[in-house]
């Protein structure tokens, strides 16, 4: 199974702000996902993170709010925005490599806004 | 609106019993993999079930698809306190590019 680490853990913010979140993946992974965990709920697709081009975005996101970068194959960030207590979630970054069909989860990242 | 919808929401069962939860969807897929999640923290990788399959096993999971049905289940055979945890269905929907579309989850407990 791919190797997948993110940070941070967890934070907690204040509202307006913005927070980075890195996520760093081992060699076999070639695509890279963002994904998104209210309290509670199920996992929300974000973005498809592209390596070098814009990051493909689901119904509902938007790259303003939730701009993410993929500068090489192995390493990308999601940066939340402008932050509201409703993004408070866990981010979860996954990575899937290029024959393989599973698709490998990182640690998460818990995110509290005051 | 969600692919995937799973039941039970929840299920306590004591030590050494069986689970079974079951996962229905919506659309053609590529594959159907399940996860576990425990306490809010990354999602670990079970099995991964293609659509020309119909049964796998992984030790002590099992897993069945009837794409006729468009539904999985997922068996836990003699469940230990160690599996309390959340357990997620998620689809490759065909066509989709790989992404996943997750079912609402069911919440296993195991009492001792």
């Known amino acids: 199974s791919a190797v997948i680490s993110q940070k941070p853990s967890r934070d907690i913010c204040q509202r307006g702000t913005s927070l980075t979140i890195q996520c760093q993946v081992d060699s076999q992974v070639t695509m890279m996902f963002w994904y998104r965990q209210q309290p509670g709920q199920s996992l929300t697709l974000i973005a498809t993170a592209n390596q070098g081009s814009e990051a493909t975005y689901e119904s509902g996101f938007v790259i303003d709010k939730f701009p993410i970068s993929r500068p090489n194959l192995t390493f990308s960030t999601l940066t939340v925005s402008n932050m509201s207590p409703e993004d408070s979630s866990i981010y979860l970054c996954?990575?899937?490599?290029?024959?393989?069909?599973?698709?490998?989860f990182g640690p998460g990242t818990r995110l509290t806004v005051l | 609106s969600q692919q995937g919808e799973e039941d039970p929401q929840a299920l306590s069962i004591q030590e050494g019993e069986n689970a079974t939860m079951n996962c229905s969807y919506k659309?053609?897929?590529?594959?159907l993999q399940w996860y576990r999640q425990n306490s809010g923290r990354g999602l670990v990788h079970l099995i991964l079930i293609r659509s020309n399959e119909r049964e796998k096993h992984s030790g002590r999971l099992r897993v069945t698809l009837d794409t006729s049905k468009k539904s999985s289940s997922l068996l836990i055979t003699a469940s230990r306190a160690a599996d309390t945890a959340s357990y997620f269905c998620a689809t490759a929907i065909t066509g989709g590019g790989n992404k996943l579309t997750f079912g609402t989850g069911t919440q296993l407990k195991v009492e001792l």
């Open positions: 996954s990575g899937k490599g290029r024959l393989a069909s599973e698709q490998f």
């Open positions: 659309t053609s897929i590529n594959n």
